[in-house]
Antibody
Framework: QVQLVQSGAEVKKSGASVKVSCKAS????????IHWVRQAPGQRLEWMGW????????KYSQKFEGRLIVTRDTSTSISYMELSSLTSEDTSVYYC??????????WGQGTLVTVSS | SHELTQPPSVSVSPGQTARITCSGD??????TYWYQQKPGQAPVSVMY???ERPSGIPERFSGSKSGTTATLTISGVQAEDEADYYC??????????FGTGTKVTVL
């Protein structure tokens, strides 16, 4: 069965970087795009960017350009999301999701990233 | 960038019908997707490409779209349907956006 399993919760200081992983199984990793979406406490879902696992092509929300890097390792079927220059406003649950068409069919369980000053 | 607007909340009695709207100027040219999110859980897809229901989603969930407004309808609402609901679409440049979210309360 399709699964996206994310790495565990992180606590970071302001100005640091965080790297979250998303391990895919149950499908051919290289034929899908993996997206990253975050949700601040009590707030809406916010799209961050995607990577097409086959080619490594990426697209980022303009909001995160310059401090977001999404990568993938096809040998392990893992996508990584790295966000730098963290501030308290980056405290959120970060999700990976598998894209189907222009939407999503499977989601990871989420990773809480807490940024403290 | 395109935006999607939803009502903040919808309240409905058990067995009644809940309608959640999603408005966006670009929706006539884009597919709409809907997700249900319960507290502390990841979102779950309940509708894709405007009107298609994923396997495992109850038939009481249906979708429609007219012009700039997409609608998720829950007929015969049950207590377990209480959740936040988000619409989502994408433009031709690969930019994705989520709606503002609607909290459905079952009275």
């Amino acid at each position: 069965q399709v699964q996206l399993v994310q790495s565990g919760a992180e606590v970071k200081k302001s100005g640091a970087s965080v790297k979250v992983s998303c391990k895919a199984s149950g499908f051919t990793f290289t034929t899908y795009a993996i997206h990253w979406v975050r949700q601040a406490p009590g707030q809406r879902l916010e799209w961050m960017g995607w990577i097409y696992a086959g080619t490594g092509n990426t697209k980022y929300s303009q909001k995160f350009e310059g401090r977001l890097i999404v990568t993938r390792d096809t040998s392990t079927s893992i996508s990584y999301m790295e966000l730098s220059s963290l501030t308290s406003e980056d405290t959120s649950v970060y999700y990976c999701a598998r894209a189907i068409g222009d939407g999503y069919d499977y989601w990871g369980q989420g990773t809480l990233v807490t940024v403290s000053s | 960038s395109h935006e999607l607007t939803q009502p903040p909340s919808v309240s409905v009695s058990p067995g009644q019908t809940a309608r959640i709207t999603c408005s966006g100027d670009a929706l006539p040219k884009q597919n709409t997707y809907w997700y249900q999110q319960k507290p502390g859980q990841a979102p779950v897809s309940v509708m894709y490409t405007d009107t298609e229901r994923p396997s495992g989603i109850p038939e009481r969930f249906s979708g429609s779209k007219s012009g700039t407004t997409a609608t998720l309808t829950i007929s015969g609402v049950q207590a377990e349907d209480e959740a936040d609901y988000y619409c989502q679409s994408a433009d031709s440049y690969g930019i994705y956006v989520f709606g503002t979210g609607t909290k459905v309360t079952v009275l």
